[in-house]
Structure formats: C-alpha cells, structure tokens
C-alpha cells in the first residue's frame, strides 16, 4: 500500500527558496521516474520536472536555472529546491511516482502512476 505525503509548502516573499519534499511510504519494489506537477487557480495542471531512477533530471523552460529536483532512493523521497521564487510559481504543487510492483515469481504485477496530497506554495510581498 503505497503513500505519496508531501510537506514543505508556504508562504514566501518574491526571490526567497522553498524546498518541497515526497516521501513513499509502504512497500516499494521498482520506483521509476518521479516528478512535480503545479496548478494555479484556474489554470491546467502543468509539468514542473521529472527525475529518473538513476538521477537524470529535467526541468521545464519556466524553472529553469531556479528549481533544481532531486531524489533519495532510500528514503524514497523526492526534492524540490525552489530558488528566486516568483509570484507565477504561487500554486498546488503536486509529487508523483511512476511505480512497479513485482509479484513473488519476479513478473510484473502492476504498473501506475502515484499523486501525493499537495502542498500550497504561495509567493507574495
């Protein structure tokens, strides 16, 4: 049973830093990629970055040089450093995992895509 809790949101003042943080918490055979999405109000969900299993990160062209995203496969946790905060970051800040689960013979048994709570990030004078 798989839980994606994310903490680390809040109140910021334009170029201050944030750190997000999700942890998976249960029994995890395969954690692939992991990632954050954001949402403003009344705007769509959008990708913010995407780290692999093995470290390779990617970020989108409006984080760029500011976000930095990371990971801790032992932890099972996925980081979100947040640099020169703007106010179009303000939004939900959503964390997910692309999970597999292995069955006892090694096959797969399932194969899906995990969303933490979300956290609220709101960058504001």
Known sequence: QVQLVESGGGLVQ???SLRLSCAASGTI???NDMGWYRQAP???R???ATVSSGGVSSVADSVKGRFTISRDNVRKTVYLQMNSLKSGDTGVYY???DLTFLGPL???VA???YWGQ???VTVSS
């Open 14 to 16: 334009p170029g201050r």
């Open 42 to 44: 009344g705007n769509e």
């Open 106 to 108: 090694g096959e797969i």
């Open 118 to 120: 979300g956290t609220q």
């Open 111 to 113: 194969q899906k895509d």
């Open 46 to 48: 959008e990708w913010v």
């Open 29 to 31: 055979f395969n954690l």
């Open 95 to 97: 964390c997910v995992a």
